[in-house]
């Protein structure tokens, strides 16, 4: 086939691709709900950066004035090709309908259509916001023409990047399947550099905040002059334009010259992925069989429920990227790391042990809980039509997720003591810990069980079904703003601080009831769409 079917073709493909996306965001209602509220956290930004951009526009006298002007336009490059790196990595290492796809038309064609799609589907999540800044800052600015030189100025941006960076994504994947042993190490390297990446940001921060370092002196070393030149091309026509430079001229040529090259490049590798075997194709399978039958330790051996909480947790020790969503508590945990080196020995038993606990009461819920029916999914027809009750299965994730919770609590509450606090204040805690985790694991399950998802997402080349992440942020909040005001009122209880007060029975009443009363709800709703599940 010839360059311009190819192409026509891919748009088709694009376009399919792009609508099939729309369809899966708009045709679940409860999909459509977290939109709205995402859109509604992230439009409050929006209203108070529109005011600013506008400002800003106004007055702007150059373009070296414009704050952060030199580094984002080096930086923001850098980010698209490494967006598009992560994203071919994630989701455009292979098309659906594969079969089908590369017997009618050229993988060249493909290629065209995933990037294309793939543009499409960030233009809509962050094009809408930037391109509504960068009309604010226009008008500002009382010139018009920036918003149309500034698309074009970004659209061979944009493609080069994104053709590289898809080439990039899939040499990768072949690498990966010619060496497995590295996927498994880069997945573990990958956590723990993202776990001290996060965590080292907030001792970064700290340090830029009390030292006398400039932040924009600190990112003006890393602009690339003919670059931030070449995206100056913007402001052309406008009152702060500035002389066209050769390396801008430079920087345009070889965007344009590289994207068809980049092209290429991406098609040449994917028809190497896509039409060859893996390394270990062609290697004989054996099948492994146990020697004995399924048994569980004591305690889990005791009920059948804790028997499937056993199971469940050896499934996850066998399977640890089913838990890949826990690490969405980094970013909201490590914020505190820093208190641990700020608190004094005195200061530090409490945050030791109410840490622990908040961080238990997590993991009892998030570790099983927040998407039961998801989790189960390739199993649900066996489970279903087994005589074991639904309360049973409900029960052991439950218990697997206390089972991993309540020893955090514990052991937390027993270390603290060695910081100051005393027997019974780490004892007290440690009760609460218990029954916090308890009540979060059913939580966990209701609301888990209120919007399960099915759908696999491909990540590094595994497949793992994530909980939403709507559902992980209600839970997080609702589950440690509940633990943090428990502990806040047994500490005072325990140290002999609680004034009983009318006002104090009636709001710690009310504490109670809510907590258990939503917990037995999540619980009960639990049961009921596992009753009343049916298979499609």
Known sequence: MSVRQDVRHGLRIGRAEFVRSLRGYLGNPRRVLGLLLTALFFGGALLFALP??????????????????????????????????????????????????????????????????????????????????????????????????????????????????????????????????????????????????????????????????????????????????????????????????LGAVAVLAALIALTPVGLAVSTKQVSTLWFTDSVGNNESTQVRRSSGGFSAPQPFAWTKPSRIAWGILVRGRRDPAELSHLLIAVFFIAPFGTMFLEFSGDALGPLITGGGVVLATYLSGATFGLNPLGDDRPQLPFLLLTETSSAALVRGRLLAGVAVGVPIAVLSSLVSIGFGILVLEAVATAAVGVVMCLAASMFAVGIGSAYPIYEEREFWGTETVVPSTLVMMVYLFVVGGGTVLGLFVTWFAVTGNVVLTPVFGVLFGTYLLLTGGVSYGSYRYALRRYRRYTLA
Not at 192 to 208: D, E, N, R, W
Request: glycine share 10%; charged share 10%; net charge positive.
């Open 52 to 245: 600013t951009a506008y400002v800003l526009g106004q007055t702007a006298r150059s373009v070296a004035a414009v704050p952060f002007f030199a580094p984002a336009a080096t930086l923001v490059p850098l980010g698209l090709l490494s967006v598009s790196v992560f994203r071919t990595l994630e989701r455009l290492g292979h098309i659906d309908g594969a079969d089908f796809v590369l017997l009618a038309v050229h993988p060249r064609a493909v290629v065209i259509g995933l990037i294309t799609a793939e543009v499409g589907r960030l233009s809509l999540w962050f094009g809408i916001p930037i391109g509504a800044v960068v009309v604010t800052f226009a008008l500002g600015m009382g010139s018009p023409l920036l918003v149309a030189l500034g698309g074009a100025v970004t659209l061979p941006l944009v493609c080069c990047a994104a053709v590289w960076g898809y080439a990039g994504g899939i040499a990768v994947l072949r690498l990966l399947r010619k060496l497995p042993n590295l996927r498994r190490l880069l997945k573990r390297v990958g956590i723990l550099a993202m776990v001290g990446l996060v965590v080292a940001s907030q001792f970064a921060g700290q340090f830029i905040v009390e030292s006398d370092l400039s932040v924009q002196r600190l990112l003006s070393t890393v602009a690339f002059d003919p670059l931030v030149e070449y995206v100056a091309l913007a402001f052309v026509g406008t009152p702060v334009s500035r002389p066209t430079s």
